[in-house]
Nanobody
Framework: QVQFVESGGGLVQPGGSLRLSCAASGGTISTIYTMAWYRQTPGQARELVAQ?????????????NYADFVKGRFTISRDDARNTVYLHMNSLNPADTAVYYCTAPNNRPVYWGQGTRVTVSS
């Protein structure tokens, strides 16, 4: 089973930026159509932040979708050659404080790593 290790979290001031990374092991993400980032705060359900899917055409096209609460601020990307997925986060605010996870949501079983904690605070 492909496993994922998230990194890049930390403490950032409101308005700041972070880039999260998700490194895959035990397999290659190039065979995984959709990769996604989720986040979770204590006592709350895990929620989808963004997902990125590989286009079916011969061109290297990717399709990204975002939760409304991150549109225009976050960008998801994937580098299949590096077996890594990224989440670029800008204009962070305290409501973005959470543990962030990446996964292949359509794999069965769905693998959840340890996540990386993001804290937005002044």
């Amino acid at each position: 089973q492909v496993q994922f290790v998230e990194s890049g979290g930390g403490l950032v001031q409101p308005g700041g930026s972070l880039r999260l990374s998700c490194a895959a092991s035990g397999g290659t993400i190039s065979t995984i159509y959709t990769m996604a980032w989720y986040r979770q705060t204590p006592g709350q359900a895990r929620e989808l932040v963004a997902q990125i899917s590989t286009g079916r055409s011969a061109m290297a096209t990717y399709y990204a979708n975002y939760a409304d609460f991150v549109k225009g601020r976050f960008t998801i990307s994937r580098d299949d050659a590096r077996n890594t997925v990224y989440l670029h986060m800008n204009s962070l605010n305290p409501a973005d404080t959470a543990v962030y996870y990446c996964t292949a949501p359509n794999n069965r079983p769905v693998y959840w790593g340890q996540g990386t904690r993001v804290t937005v605070s002044s």
